[in-house]
C-alpha cells in the first residue's frame, strides 16, 4: 500500500468562537492541535504538514513544538479552498522531490506515491484508533476508488483521505475549485467509510459546540490560551 502523508487545516478565523485559533483550544492543559498530532503519529503518519493563515503569533510556536511542517497563506484572511490548494501543491512538490512526479498515469514509479490525508484542525475527539480504522479501510478499497470520507448517520466526516492520483487531477482544476468541486463531478471514485463513531463528524464551530465539549470532559477544564482567553 502507498504511504500517506497528512496536512492540518488550521488557516480559519473562528469567526463564531469570537475569532479564536481554534486549534489552540487547550482540554487538560493540551492543545486540539497537539491532540490531534499525536493522534495521526500514533496511526504511524509521517509526514504531517499545516496549514495556517491568520493567529500566526500563536500557532506558529505551537505548530514548530510539534514538529509540523509549516504551510502559511501570504494574506491574512483566507478560504477553505485556498487552504485546501496550498495543501494540495505542496502534497505534490514533495512528491516531485522524491523523484515521483505528479502524473495521474498508473505506473510502476507512482505505486508508492503517498497519499493524502486532509484533517480539520478542531477534531476534538479524533484519536489515533479512529484514523487507523480510516486507514485500514483505504487500503483495502476496491479498485478505482481514489478519495475516501467517512460517512455516520448519512453526514460526511473527516479526515478525508485522497490517492495521488485525486490530488493531481484536483490541482489540475481551476484556481477557484476545490475538493467539493472534484468529489461532486467524480461519485464513482468515491469510497464512504461507514461507521458510528461521531468523532468524525464532530467539530467545533459554535459556542453551543464549546458548551458540549466542556460539559464532555467536564471535570477537565477547557480553556484558551493567552491572549484569548479575554471575553
Known amino acids: 500500500p502507498a504511504p500517506v502523508a497528512a496536512t492540518i487545516l488550521a488557516a480559519g478565523l473562528g469567526r463564531r468562537l469570537g475569532g479564536r485559533p481554534k486549534a489552540a483550544l487547550q482540554i487538560g492543559g493540551r492543545s486540539l492541535l497537539e491532540r490531534l498530532v499525536d493522534a495521526l503519529r500514533a496511526a504511524g503518519i509521517e509526514p504531517i504538514r499545516i496549514v495556517l493563515g491568520p493567529y500566526t503569533e500563536t500557532l506558529l510556536p505551537l505548530a514548530q513544538r510539534c514538529g509540523l511542517q509549516v504551510l502559511a497563506h501570504d494574506r491574512p484572511e483566507t478560504g477553505l479552498i485556498d487552504s485546501q490548494r496550498l495543501a494540495i501543491q505542496a502534497h505534490l ?37 479512529h484514523v487507523r480504522a480510516l486507514l485500514e479501510h483505504w487500503q483495502r478499497r476496491a479498485a478505482g ?23 493531481g487531477q484536483i490541482n489540475a482544476l481551476a484556481q477557484d475549485a476545490g475538493i467539493r468541486d472534484w468529489l461532486k463531478d467524480h461519485p464513482g471514485l468515491i469510497g464512504p467509510f461507514i461507521s458510528q463513531q461521531r468523532a468524525y463528524i464532530t467539530d467545533l464551530d459554535t459556542p453551543a459546540d464549546l458548551a458540549a465539549l466542556e460539559q464532555a470532559v467536564w471535570p477537565e477544564p477547557v480553556r484558551w490560551p493567552a491572549p484569548w482567553d479575554q471575553p
Do not use: F, Y
Not at 522524491?98 to 480539520?120: C, E, M, N
Not at 467517512?150 to 485525486?166: K, M
Open 145 to 167: 476508488i481514489e478519495a475516501q470520507m467517512p460517512l455516520v448517520a448519512g453526514v460526511r466526516g473527516h479526515p478525508v483521505l485522497l490517492s495521488w492520483q485525486a490530488v
Open 93 to 129: 512538490a514533495q512528491g516531485q522531490a522524491l523523484g515521483q512526479g505528479r502524473s495521474t498515469a498508473p505506473a510502476p514509479a507512482q505505486a508508492q506515491a503517498p497519499d493524502l490525508l486532509l484533517v480539520l484542525a478542531d477534531l476534538p475527539w479524533l484519536q489515533a484508533d
